[in-house]
Each structure stands twice: as structure tokens, then as C-alpha cells.
């Protein structure tokens, strides 16, 4: 794999998370999530991996796809370049209308915009081996609209209008080069750039709306990777590689000050660095039953020179042919966002120095233990075990700031590696494959989520939320066939259920100050949200006839229409906090299409 930008719609700068992914799932070949202990290959990460894979288009014939559905349009097209050739293509376009949804159910106050494009191209040769040209880039922008009407204005009224998106993608070429009949090189060049914006302004009493937060943020990598693979016998194979990456940025951040009747910079950074990596991980087979990886992970940080050897090591011990036993351990380090490390800061003889620059590395100990068990051929039980250990967190000298919780906030302090963090829980899970069209998952969690900073206090993270499960519950009918028409009907319900989230509160004091929300970072995560209790459900009507395949589809999203929090704000002319909800509930209908 290849680090690229966060490829997530909706994106909130620091974070790796989104609304909705920049792809479509039916580009997906087979994929790889890794919640903690993963293989040596993989670096510069301290709490999870996702190796996600598109597949290669249809080298044979031609196929396409479409979807209309309340959220936009998915269009979807593969085949070979030209008849009889082995290359091929692979293209998915989204486009959502989701704004549109907004107007017609009246959910004005929540506008979401984005679309997409992603695809794989394949060309084989004879005697160079395998290229792939990949991209992936999407657009999306989420405008929270205060209220026009004043003459609806009441305490409850929202007048802030909030914007925040993201911009971003990335093109690769791969190279698959076989060697010999055991072994191939595999390459990647790619490079990604993503622009990320928080803004908001407030709706005034003369209807116009005036700068309240201000922060953009755009990073850009180009990165190089080469590995050998090489199978030594029948149980022993080796992977070996390296990961070069250039790293730039950029960052501006900005708040309003009604002590100064403008916006005060809260901070501007800019540079760029990059960072070496390189591994090495081995698989033994020792007697069918017991299975070793093993490796070593290597990452150098070139801005202040810092580095990290990194052990991995995992098992799978097959107990017999219902039950298999399996578990790993891994030293993780990562470099932190390039905002932190090029922070500046003036002294009073007016020199500019960088405080932060010489940070170490974050650390983290990872270890899993999972045991799975076949009750019957299509019933199977998964418990899982984790604890992850992070230590060297950049945080505030005897204070409660920690990078852990860095999503939109600028840190304009000096910064430690005091830091620590901790999360252990365990999961368990029961599934069952379909059988005579009857499915069903369940899935539970109990967990906890906690940081320390400076002040060596632990304290809850955002989702420190305890406990989690997840039903789903679904039933596909093969009805009565038509001529050379198959006829399908299918149902699902999705119930899930989990403890709520914590959010920093508003500092009162300090907002009618500054004339702008302003929140308590000395008592971070301590205000409980409600726990969450959500119900989806779907039917479907499908027809598969020789040449073509079409499925209509209802889907209601959120029946119960429990809405979250999305966020806290200070309303200064009313003298109080103002709460932004989300939607409620969504009914989805659609219509497919696959020729």
C-alpha cells in the first residue's frame, strides 16, 4: 500500500475521518482493516490501517452501471480498451444530491454537496511486467444555514452559518514485475494534495453575515514505494521494502476578537519534510496448524532527525477444523501533522523560533488476541481482545492539551512529549452467511477511551463511549420467475445502540470576552451526550434478466429520527449557547441498473 490524503467527503482538518469515502465500494477488490497490531509493511500510523484495493476492470466485455437514488447518481463502467485486448478500465463517477434532499424536506438549515471520481487502469505486457494507473479525488462542502426569516427569530434560533469541506485526490502508476516463479518486484509513485476549510460567520441584524472562524488547511505528498516479495519454500516467505515520502503544508487559522472588532490570527504554519521508511516481514508456516509473522518496521522523521525501530509480531494457530486462535503485538511510532512541528513563535527581542520543531515521535504498544469459532458450517463466533499504550504524545507542559484530540483546534503552545494514552476493550461478534436467503450479524463492544496530558490526569477522549452493539438482521426471497425474468425481494434492519460521546464545553466567560465561542480546554470531554439509538431499515425489488440487471430500493435512514449534536456555539447577541443538530431521518429511494 501507499499513504495518500484523507479520503473522505466532509473531512475535518486533523482528522482521518469523514462523512462518506471518496469511492464506491464496487471499486473495491479484496481489502484490509487493521484496528491495531498490524504488519511491519505498514508505518507512520499509531491506531489503525485500512489497505483498501480497486480491482481491475473486466478484460473481457463490457459492463456498466447505473443508480438514481434520493442521494444522486453512481455511474459505473468497465471493460476492455478494445475488443480482444487484455487491458482494461475502470471508472465510477458519484455526484449526490443530497443538497437537493435538504430543500424538499425542509432541511434547509443542513446543506451537504459532493461528487467524486475514482477508476483503475490495466495495462499487462509481455516482458515489462504489469502497470496500473489509479486516482481517486472527490469534492464536498457542508453548509449549516442560520435562519433569514427574522421574523422567526427566538432564543432557540440559529444564526450561524457554518462551511466546511474538503478538496482533495490522488493519481498513482503501479508496477508489478515478476522475477522468477518465486518472486515479483511491486512499485508505486503517486502523489495526493488535500485542501481542507472550516469557516463561520454570523447572521447579524442587518442580514449580513460577518467572519466569526476562519481556517484552512493544504497538504500535499508525493511518495515513491518498492518492495521484493520472495517465497523461500513451501514455509517461508519474505516481503522487504521502502517508503519515501515529501510532505508539504500549509495552515491558517483565524477567530474573532470583538476586543479588537476583527479576526485575531490564532496561528500560520508552512513547510515541508520527509520521512524514510523501510521493513521487512516474513511468514513461517511451521506444520499446516501454527503460522508466524514477523518483521521490523523502520521510520526516520528528516526535519529533526528523529527515528524509530519498530518490532511486529503475529500468530495463527489453527485448533482444529472449527476453531483457530490468533493474536499479534507491534511498537508503533508517527510523525504528527507538519502544522505542530512549524508552529512559530515570537520572544519579546522580536526572534522567531520554532518550539516544537525538535518533538520526538509518538509511540504506541499494540496487542490483540482473537479466537474464532465455526459453530456450524455457516454460524461463526469471533471474540477479540485489544489494548493499545501510547506514550511520547506531544502535549501541554502540566496541562490537558494532547495531539490526540487534535481536530480543528490550532495548538499555539510549546508542546512536550508527556503525553500518554490508553484503550483496551473486547469485542464479540455472531455471524451468520446467508442460508436459504436468511442472514444475520451481532455485534458488541465494551470499551474504554482515555488520554493524559501534561498534567498526568486521565481523562475521556471524544469516544470514550463505553459500550457499543450493533443487530442486523436480513432475509432475501427467491419469488416466482417470469419467462427468463428471476424474481428477488429482500429486507434488512439495522439496530444500533451505543453510549454517548463527550464534547468540550463552552466557556462562558471567555466567549463574552472574545465575542465568539471559545471552549473550555482546561476541562476537556467532560459534558456526556445522550447515548445513541438508531434504526435503518431497506427493501428491495430485484429483476435479473439475461443482459441486464435492475433493483428498486427503499431505504429509511434513522427511523426513530433521533438527531446527534453536531456542535456548540456562542451567540453573542443572545447571550447564550446555540445547539446544531443534524438531520433526523433520511428516506432513501433508488433505482439500479447493470448492462
Known sequence: GIPIHNPNHFAEIGSTGGFVTQFSTQLLTTSEF?????PAEFG?????????????????KREHAIQ??????DVATEGPFKKGGKASYLINYRYSSLGLLAKTFRFESIVPAYQDLSFNLNFPTKKMGNFNIFGIGGLSELTIAPSRDSSTWDAETNKTQRNLGSNSGAIGLVHYLRTSDKGYWHSVVAGSIGKYFDNAAYLENDLKLYTRDW???????????????????????????????????DFV??????????????????????????????QFNLGGRF?????????????????????????????????LLSGGYGLHSKVEDLSIYFYQKELEDGTIYQPNKNLDLMKAHHGVLRYMYFIRPKLKWTTEVYMQYMYNVPSAPNGAFSTLNLLWEFPTIALENVGQGRNYGIEMSLE???????????????????YAGGDGVWRNTEFNQLFSYNVLVGKEYDRESKGNKQRFFSWNVNMKHSGGTWRTPVEIDQSKLYGWTRYDFDNPYTNKQPNSFLIDASIRFKNIRPN???????????????????NEEWDDNAQDIKIIRDYGMIPLIGYKVWF
Open 34 to 38: 487493521f484496528s491495531g497490531a498490524f
Open 44 to 60: 507512520n500510523a499509531n491506531s489503525a490501517v485500512f489497505d483498501f484495493k480497486f480491482r481491475k476492470g473486466n478484460s473481457e
Open 68 to 73: 438514481v437514488n434520493v442521494f444522486g447518481v
Open 215 to 249: 481556517s484552512d488547511y493544504q497538504d500535499s505528498r508525493i511518495t515513491f514505494t518498492s518492495d521484493y516479495n520472495h517465497k523461500f519454500g513451501r514455509r517461508h516467505s519474505n516481503k522487504t521494502g521502502v517508503i519515501l515520502t515529501q510532505l508539504n503544508h
Open 253 to 282: 487559522s483565524a477567530r474573532y476578537n470583538k476586543q479588537i472588532y476583527g479576526l485575531d490570527t490564532l496561528g500560520v504554519s508552512t513547510g515541508g519534510s520527509q520521512t524514510v521508511q523501510a521493513f521487512t516481514q516474513s
Open 291 to 323: 503460522t508466524i509473522n514477523a518483521g521490523l518496521h523502520y521510520l526516520y522523521f528528516a526535519l529533526n532527525q528523529k527515528q524509530s525501530l519498530e518490532p511486529r509480531l503475529g500468530f495463527i494457530y489453527r485448533i482444529n477444523d472449527r476453531s
Open 432 to 450: 451468520r452467511s446467508t442460508k436459504k436467503g436468511y442472514y444475520f450479524l451481532i455485534t458488541g463492544a465494551l470499551f474504554s477511551a482515555e
Open 548 to 566: 441486464m440487471t435492475g433493483e428498486f430500493s427503499i431505504r429509511i435512514k434513522n427511523l426513530l429520527y433521533n438527531r446527534t449534536v453536531i
